[in-house]
């Protein structure tokens, strides 16, 4: 009965791969996020979708390609992984109806080695 | 754009005392603040959150208030138990319309509660 539930919850990955993390909410929300949490614990928001639209993409380099089959699903794909990449990956959602009270899910930590 | 400051980075107290956060934010346009909380490994949570047609809130110990002219505003712990202890996110957004709905996070106070 998860909200906001991403797979997978640990990724170990070498320099240069290809790697995916899924997000998934049951919570009929309208817009999802993707958010990144460095090692000093800064959150920034890298992408947003609406209704399966985007509708912000901050300033991340385009090996990350969000995509959202479905409102209920926002997947991120990453690309020719850096050791910079290195982090906590949250998914988040939101009612998206004036309502900005965002839910989280539990997180992927993506290792670069 | 948008920047919120967070002070400060790290907070230790005694388990009774109270605790408070102070974040600035510096787009006079965002009108919802809400704060999380994050446990060693969790997910951050939201603990409580205001709007800019109210100065105040208050939910049991934890209460936020507001200050719109100065932009300031603040979290405050009353009687601080160790379950207290986490990183609290201060963050800021513009509400309607909906789709530019960006939280811009601050960067976070460490809160420790010592037995």
């Known amino acids: 009965d998860t909200a906001v539930s991403q797979t997978p919850k640990y990724l170990v990955t070498q320099m240069g791969n290809d790697k995916s993390i899924k997000c998934e909410q049951n919570?009929?929300?309208?817009?999802m996020y993707w958010y990144k949490q460095d090692s000093k614990k800064f959150l920034k928001i890298m992408f947003s979708y609406n209704n399966k639209e985007l509708i912000i993409n901050e300033t991340v380099p385009n090996r990350f390609s969000p995509k959202s089959p479905d409102k209920a699903h926002l997947n991120l794909h990453i690309n020719s992984l850096e050791l910079g990449d290195s982090a906590v990956y949250f998914c988040?959602?939101?009612?998206?109806?004036?309502?900005?009270?965002?839910?989280f899910g539990a997180g992927t930590r993506l290792s670069v080695l | 754009g948008e920047n919120v400051e967070q002070h400060p980075s790290t907070l230790s107290v005694q388990e009774g005392d109270s605790a408070v956060i102070k974040c600035t934010y510096s787009?006079?346009?965002?009108?919802?603040f809400p704060w999380y909380k994050q446990e060693l490994g969790k997910r951050p949570q939201l603990i409580i959150d205001?709007?800019?047609?109210?100065g105040e809130k208050k939910d049991q110990r934890i209460a936020v208030t507001l200050n719109k002219t100065a932009k300031h505003f603040s979290l405050h712990i009353t009687e601080t138990q160790p379950e207290d202890s986490a990183v609290y996110f201060c963050?800021?957004?513009?509400?309607?319309?909906?789709?530019?709905?960006?939280?811009?996070f601050g960067t976070g106070t460490r809160l420790q509660v010592f037995p």
């Open positions: 205001i709007r800019s047609n109210v």
């Open positions: 919570l009929g929300h309208d817009t």
């Open positions: 963050a800021a957004s513009n509400a309607p319309p909906y789709n530019t709905d960006k939280l811009i």
């Open positions: 787009d006079s346009a965002s009108n919802y």
């Open positions: 988040a959602s939101s009612p998206g109806d004036r309502v900005n009270i965002q839910y």
